[in-house]
């Protein structure tokens, strides 16, 4: 069973930093890509960044771009989102997800991936 663990949200002021985790777990997606989305309230679930696991390729939203920066663990199987100068249009419930094959979409489309974390709430107050 492919389980995706996300950790590390919170609440935290404006320009302060969080650094989000997702622990993959039954499979690994060394072919593939991880990504992370967020959802605000009343809002689409929108794209924020992804990284191609073997590769290293990293993609950002232009909203992101310059702030966060994501990143890979292979041992640990784990990847990461660390966000710096965080804004209150941050606000939003972060989740992790995970693609296998590099073929399934575009990596910035909701439907281009498989599997999804449970979502850790970021707040930034102003």
């Known amino acids: 069973q492919v389980q995706l663990v996300e950790s590390g949200g919170g609440l935290v002021q404006a320009g302060g930093s969080l650094r989000l985790s997702c622990a993959a777990s039954?499979?690994?997606?060394?072919?593939?890509?991880m990504g992370w989305f967020r959802q605000a309230p009343g809002k689409v679930r929108e794209f924020v960044a992804a990284i191609n696991w073997r590769t290293i390729i990293t993609y950002y939203a232009n909203s992101v771009k310059g702030r966060f920066t994501i990143s890979r663990d292979n041992a640990r199987n784990t990847v990461y989102l660390q966000m710096n100068s965080l804004k209150p249009e941050d606000t939003a419930v972060y989740y992790c997800a995970a693609a296998p094959s590099l073929l399934g979409g575009n990596y910035y489309l909701y439907s281009t991936y498989e599997y999804w974390g449970q979502g850790t709430q970021v707040t930034v107050s102003s």
């Open positions: 039954g499979r690994t997606f060394s072919n593939g890509r």
